[in-house]
């Protein structure tokens, strides 16, 4: 049988245990009401758009770039990013992908980077002008807009890697 005041006595040897020190909490991001969103690009970590993206070899082989948004205001750790890329030469929607990120840093400046464009014929966008956008949903349900124009750039020479196949044969 379990005494009438057990609990009582549970709860206080729990107490005993206890270091008086409250961890801190993953509250994320400063909420302000003059929020705002940057799309820029970086793997790892903001760079504001230069007018060029160069495309990254990923580790299967094919390539992506890589996108990045700064907020400042928003609040949480987590946000909603729709973004596209458009062949403005070509005239036509390249990508259109949406992921939920997290939303790095402290205080009112947050950045989400490392978001990959996943293109699966990246040769056929190779030096030509596309403009990005993307729509940022915060965890109150407010969309914020951002976007910007930039000429495509092949990656980076591989050793031991011919050039043109840099992302994956082409069909």
Known sequence: MVPRNFGIWVFL???A???GEVPPLDVGCASSPEA???LGQGATGYAPPDGTLRLARGPQGGCHLDLAVRTTG???TRATVDFTIFDVQAGERVLTSRLVTR???AGEVCEAFGI????ARPWEIEDR???VTATVTDELLRTFEDGFDATVLWPEPIEGIEEALLCGDRD
């Open 13 to 15: 040897a729990t107490l």
């Open 129 to 131: 002008r596309v403009t």
């Open 36 to 38: 705002t969103v940057e």
């Open 74 to 76: 928003l609040p949480g």
């Open 103 to 105: 939303l790095a840093g």
């Open 17 to 19: 245990g206890c270091t």
């Open 116 to 119: 990959r464009a996943l293109l």
